[in-house]
């Protein structure tokens, strides 16, 4: 393991130009993990109601400040997906310094150690960049944690890097670095449906609980959040299978039919690999279907504050900051996932650089090349973002008819799927560029 990390950290300090912008999107990702840790730690560690002069008295009370703690802690989970896309496409362009590595004698297993470990390295940079940056901003508003909370912090960034380093690790699991500098990703044939069908019955634990929650607990106390994460968790399940399943049967039937050579080739990538899009698109179609469900439910619930203006128990800034708030967090997670988006996309690019090369050294326009690759985001995404907005559109008229029985449904939560898929389409977009690059001939001299 000494030996691991001597040479991941060599080779961290000799990464060249060229991967400047890998590592810049890394340790961006060990920013804001940071951040959103450390901002749940600093509000978890006030005690018993006080008085806080901003966010209109929403962190006065104990109750809701464990929800803001809990919003912060969600905001984790596309921040520690986004560094395991970077950790991908890190693996795919340092293909010829992985097989130095293999020819030095190093196992599969330890190459992918080195990688993840240099991920933690950039990680721990940005970690450490997050406590400054938040230490600074604390310090503008004149407070002092308490000292357990120092420890914590000291926690946070340490603890960061070790779990972007496990993050690294699952996520190159299957890639497979030959003494040629050969890079490929290996796929089991089967078990693919497992991580689907664990979410599946996730969601039907999560709703035998709320019907267990029916006995014996004031109603919607308990079974209506429960009830919504259970539609929520079922619908992005069934979009990731949906996406990867439209792949599947799109690369069989277009093979053979399709007329376009952008449709041929994108056919083709989805026969190779169809559940790509699955792994790309997972957080940004469980964000659109919570998406939905938010702009929905804000809507029914600024109706009913508007009607209930003078018999509420706080002013109308204290509910409406606590909704624009979650609103903040839908926003957040959305701009991850585009970012995971599009170093997904980019690492696409990445790994078939001389498969593209040789296309183009044979006559295939950049052009065709260019609207295959928009084609593998945008024909798997468009049934699987349908299915998102219908989930998200369920919890929304559910919500309604609890809440404000005679409430006239918005149209509003429809566009969020149409925005998310064309935010998407440019995501993967930003792709173009290396793609101009990587299908140059030059690359068929390290085939």
């Not at 299915?387 to 509003?412: D, K, Q, T």
């Not at 998310?420 to 440019?426: N, P, T």
Request: overall charge positive; aromatic content about 6%; some cysteine.
């Amino acid at each position: 393991m000494k030996a691991d990390l001597r040479i991941a950290w060599i080779l961290t300090r000799g990464s060249d130009r060229r991967e400047w912008w890998r590592i810049s999107l890394t340790a961006l990702g060990a920013l804001l993990a940071t951040g959103f840790a450390l901002a749940a730690v600093t509000v978890a560690a006030v005690s018993g109601q006080v008085s806080v002069p901003f966010a209109h008295g929403l962190l006065n009370q104990p109750g809701q400040r464990a929800g803001v703690v809990v919003t912060l802690l969600l905001l984790l989970v596309p921040v520690l997906g986004f560094l395991g896309q970077c950790a991908r496409i890190g693996a795919v362009h340092r293909d010829r310094r992985m097989a130095g590595l293999r020819l030095a004698g190093a196992s599969p297993a330890q190459v992918r150690r080195i990688c993840a470990l240099e991920s933690a390295f950039t990680c721990l940079a940005g970690s450490a960049g997050g406590a400054v940056v938040f230490a600074a901003f604390l310090s503008g508003y004149d407070h002092m944690p308490p000292p357990g909370a120092w420890l914590a912090f000291v926690a946070v960034v340490l603890a960061v890097p070790v779990l972007a380093a496990l993050v690294s690790t699952v996520a190159l699991r299957r890639v497979i670095a030959s003494p040629l500098g050969h890079v490929r990703r290996v796929r089991p044939d089967r078990g693919r449906g497992r991580p689907v069908a664990l979410l599946v019955a996730v969601a039907l634990i999560a709703v035998l609980t709320c019907l267990a929650g029916l006995r014996g607990s004031r109603p919607g106390a308990v079974t209506v959040p429960l009830l919504v994460f259970a539609v929520v968790i079922l619908t992005g399940a069934g979009a990731m299978w949906l996406a990867g399943a439209t792949a599947a049967f799109m690369g069989r039937r277009l093979t053979a039919r399709a007329k376009s050579p952008a449709v041929l080739i994108a056919a083709g990538r989805f026969g190779d690999d169809p559940w790509a899009a699955a792994r790309t698109h997972a957080t940004l179609l469980l964000v659109t279907v919570v998406g939905v469900g938010f702009v929905g439910v804000r809507d029914v619930l600024l109706d009913e504050l508007r009607r209930q203006t003078d018999s509420l128990g706080e002013s109308l800034a204290f509910y409406t900051t606590g909704i624009d708030l979650a609103g903040a967090a839908v926003l957040v997670a959305l701009a991850i996932g585009l970012f995971a988006v599009a170093v997904g996309t980019a690492e696409s690019v990445a790994s078939r650089r001389r498969g593209l090369a040789a296309q183009v050294a044979t006559g295939v326009p950049r052009a065709v090349l260019a609207r295959a690759l928009l084609l593998e985001t945008a024909l798997p995404l468009a049934p699987s973002m349908l299915l998102a907005g219908i989930g998200g559109m369920a919890v929304h008229l559910g919500y309604a008819a609890l809440v404000a029985p005679g409430y006239v449904p918005s149209a509003l939560p429809l566009l969020v799927p149409v925005a998310v898929y064309a935010a998407c389409l440019l995501a993967a977009a930003t792709s173009l560029p290396l793609l101009r690059r990587a299908a140059h001939p030059a690359e068929l001299r390290f085939a």
